[in-house]
């Protein structure tokens, strides 16, 4: 499209331009199909003393806890297998002292990205948070927190969170055009709103697509396009967690992560293997399908099962008629300018 801004670049180049040292990142999905190539490229590059923001960190907030990127992290839940007695990245970085954590209900997390993502400066939250030790209990945030306010309108006292507005968001969609229009489907949680309320978005996605794609699906364009910096092309890169419509989740994959991560030696032969070991997602796919067989990826692509297709038809595409007019006046935009002048209406 004449005019429009191509933004495709690959995952090594996305990650360099847009994510630094010390950044407030947010990983932008939620339980499902998360942004694993970007993840494995924040690795890859050695980012330090990152702040990640993540509601349901598994895998991905697992890893780059183990590759020593993250000083911080605020969550609502974190994988530790076990408890204080099990294995996981993230239980011996805070037993080492080496990670602060805080720790949010989902409603109170939620909260702080919709806030951002709407340009306020805080939200109101429920109030019954107070009695538990997640209102009680502060490590880096201290009194920000969490802050009680006296409602203009009531008098009453109401619990606030502060906005969240990440540096960076990385996030992995179904499908994008390259001007950065993102599509998503499915279980969308907070996936808009940790996308938006973030000042730069890197989009992973399995393909690109024409521009008249996505125009015909209009509502699954969550992200639009002056809002993304990079798009990435890359097919299977959610995987082990899946993606609607294209991979289920891979537990054969899943368990070697978990088994692997009990221990710090275990963890880090992992990655050595699939993160260090492999420069990019082709090469990772590569050595997956000749380690475990090409079977093994085949048999978790998603059966197709399509929407019914809606109709956005309409009498006609714009107010502006084949000669020029505008439908309701019928003058052209030459003249309507001339009487706006002519009344005092057009301001230069």
Request: hydrophobic share 40%; charged share 25%; proline share 3%.
């Amino acid at each position: 499209m004449p005019g429009k801004k191509n933004k495709v670049m690959d995952a090594k180049e996305a990650i360099s331009m847009f994510v630094h040292d010390g950044d407030h990142l947010i990983i932008g999905n939620y339980t499902v199909g998360s942004c694993m190539e970007l993840v494995f490229e924040v690795i890859r590059q050695q980012k330090k003393g990152l702040t990640v923001y993540s509601q349901s960190g598994v895998i991905d907030v697992d890893l780059l806890v183990g590759g020593g990127c993250v000083d911080r992290l605020v969550t609502t839940y974190v994988f530790r297998a076990g408890g204080k007695n099990g294995g996981s990245a993230v239980e011996r970085a805070l037993q080492e002292g080496t990670l602060q954590i805080e720790d949010y209900t989902n409603f109170d997390y939620n909260a702080r990205l919709v806030a951002g993502m709407h340009g306020f400066t805080f939200m109101q939250v429920l109030e019954g948070v107070m009695v538990t030790d997640l209102f009680k209990k502060r490590s880096f945030m201290g009194e920000d927190k969490y802050r009680v306010i006296k409602c203009p309108y009531t008098g009453k006292d109401v619990l606030t969170v502060p906005a969240a507005n990440p540096d960076v968001c990385i996030v992995h969609v179904q499908r994008a055009d390259r001007e950065g229009n993102a599509q998503y489907w499915g279980a969308l949680g907070s996936v808009a709103a940790a996308a938006l309320c973030s000042k730069r978005i890197v989009v992973s996605c399995e393909e690109i697509v024409e521009h008249d794609v996505i125009q015909s699906s209009p509502h699954l364009t969550i992200i639009p396009a002056y809002r993304v910096d990079a798009v990435v092309e890359e097919p299977w890169g959610a995987h082990p967690t899946e993606v609607l419509g294209y991979y289920n989740l891979d537990r054969l994959m899943y368990g070697t992560f978990i088994m692997a991560d009990m221990t710090g030696d275990g963890l880090k032969a992992w990655m050595d293997e699939w993160v260090y070991g492999c420069k990019d997602r082709e090469a990772y796919i590569r050595h997956y399908a000749e380690k475990f067989g090409a079977d093994s990826l085949t048999g978790l692509r998603a059966k197709s099962y399509f929407s019914a297709p809606a109709n956005y038809g309409s009498a006609f595409t714009s107010m502006w008629d084949e000669y020029g007019r505008e439908r309701n006046m019928g003058v052209t935009l030459e003249e309507m300018e001339k009487i706006m002048k002519e009344r005092g209406l057009l301001y230069e």
